[in-house]
Nanobody, 123 residues
């Protein structure tokens, strides 16, 4: 399985940005995907996750109500719509895939990782 993240860039505080993560290779229908992020000098943290079969979504409290995670089954692509981003959302965003079927905030549950896409939010 290969994951390709894209869509990062510079966005103003209060603007919007959409990240994409395309999955290729052999996957079953029972897996989950998620976005994590890592800011300079900080640990990697969970942002949002989605269970592929059910479509159930999960969010970190810090982004709940501002970010929306979604998927396109036909394209095997996951998205993160970032609305009203704040400077503290600046980070390298990684997409990840778990074979367990249920999204979780535990990074150790994700076997495959994308290369990361940088998001910078200016004030």
């Amino acid at each position: 399985v290969q994951l390709q993240a894209s869509g990062g860039g510079l966005v103003q505080d209060g603007g919007s940005l959409r990240l994409s993560c395309a999955a290729s290779g052999r996957t079953s229908s029972s897996y989950a995907m998620a976005w994590f992020r890592q800011a300079p000098g900080k640990e990697r943290e969970f942002v949002a996750g989605i269970s592929w079969r059910s479509g159930n979504t999960y969010y970190a409290d810090s982004v709940k109500g501002r970010f929306i995670i979604s998927r396109d089954n036909a394209k095997n692509t996951m998205y993160l719509q970032m609305n009203s981003p704040k400077p503290e959302d600046t980070a390298l965003y990684y997409c990840a895939l778990s074979l367990t079927g249920r999204a979780t905030d535990e990074a150790s549950r994700y076997r495959y990782w994308g290369q990361g896409t940088l998001v910078t939010v200016s004030s």
